[in-house]
T-cell receptor, first 110, second 113 residues
């Protein structure tokens, strides 16, 4: 079974600061997804990346898939309180089996 | 409204008493999956299904059964629940392919005493 390690586990920052969350594995994934989960709800997909080196932007969020497809990062610019939540990365093994990271709990203070 | 529904949302039961958690989606998705979420362990995939009558094991299938008799439904069955199955369970559905966007249900919190 492949493992996905996320860091940091917890992050508390002030509104307006930038941050980066990392998702690392020693194994290669066919795809890498990032989700955000709010308390009491299921995860909601933010982005899927499938090509090594791929960079995708979603407003203030920038996602990158490592060249070797073993790692990924999520960068948030000028964080806002609405960004608060649990961020999860998920690596695809083939197309339908997924390995989730343990998550990064982000709190953005106003 | 496009959604994945799970029932029940909360369940407290005792060891050994068979239970079923239902999952239904109205998006005509081929793919459906069950996960459990535990503190410090994240989400772990239990079973998934690529179509009617096609199911496969995820990372933690022991103690669970699933069935996919209809495209929209994917129930999770615990034949003899044990306390180590106390967890938060999520059902998800999605379309096939690398860009499979999984839509998650609201979760079922199960406690086995």
């Amino acid at each position: 079974t492949q493992l996905l390690e996320q860091s940091p586990q917890f992050l508390s920052i002030q509104e307006g600061e930038n941050l980066t969350v990392y998702c690392n594995s020693s194994s290669v994934f066919s795809s890498l997804q990032w989700y955000r989960q709010e308390p009491g709800e299921g995860p909601v997909l933010l982005v899927t990346v499938v090509t090594g080196g791929e960079v995708k932007k979603l407003k203030r969020l920038t996602f990158q898939f490592g060249d070797a497809r073993k790692d990924s990062s999520l960068h948030i610019t000028a964080a806002q309180p609405g960004d608060t939540g649990l961020y999860l990365c998920a690596g695809g093994e083939g197309t339908y089996k997924y390995i989730f990271g343990t998550g990064t709990r982000l709190k953005v203070l106003a | 409204e496009a959604q994945v529904t799970q029932n029940p949302r909360y369940l407290i039961t005792v060891t050994g008493k068979k239970l079923t958690v239902t999952c239904s989606q109205n998006m005509n998705h081929e793919y459906m999956s069950w996960y459990r979420q535990d503190p410090g362990l994240g989400l772990r995939q239990i079973y998934y299904s690529m179509n009617v009558e096609v199911t496969d094991k995820g990372d933690v299938p022991e103690g669970y059964k699933v069935s996919r008799k209809e495209k929209r439904n994917f129930p999770l069955i615990l034949e003899s629940p044990s306390p180590n199955q106390t967890s938060l369970y999520f059902c998800a559905s999605g379309s096939l392919g690398l860009y499979n966007e999984q839509f998650f249900g609201p979760g079922t919190r199960l406690t086995v005493l």
